[in-house]
Nanobody
Framework: HLVESGGGLVQAGGSLRLSCSAS????????MAWFRQAPGKEREFVAS????????DYADSVKGRFTISRENAKNTVYLQMNSLKPEDTAVYYC????????????????WGQGTQVTVSS
């Protein structure tokens, strides 16, 4: 069970921090990721973090602006989003898969309901 929070409306250049709270599985043994889906577009990979927190991966479109992190003691993963652009507007989803990092959505086992992020120009 994954529950996202922290979405909202922000002006271009602003920041948001998304959180995803997990339950019902061994969070510390799962890779966590964020995906997003804009209207009329396919779901796309944003960022992922290994179960240990020691390895991260980012889509080229967000590198240098977004940071993924996790607190295993709190069963929570975060996505800090800075320098937001209108093209970042989408529903952001939290996802989980056992052990290794992956960048395609069908490799993830658990999904949250999503949180809307809207960036105005």
């Amino acid at each position: 069970h994954l529950v996202e929070s922290g979405g909202g409306l922000v002006q271009a250049g602003g920041s948001l921090r998304l959180s995803c709270s997990a339950s019902g599985f061994d969070f510390s043994a799962y890779t966590m990721a964020w995906f997003r889906q804009a209207p009329g577009k396919e779901r796309e990979f944003v960022a992922s973090i290994l179960w240990s927190g020691g390895t991260t991966d980012y889509a080229d479109s967000v590198k240098g602006r977004f940071t993924i992190s996790r607190e295993n003691a709190k069963n929570t993963v975060y996505l800090q989003m800075n320098s937001l652009k209108p093209e970042d507007t989408a529903v952001y989803y939290c996802a989980a898969r056992p052990l290794t990092i992956a960048t395609t959505w069908d490799e993830y086992r658990y999904w949250g309901q999503g949180t809307q992020v809207t960036v105005s120009s």
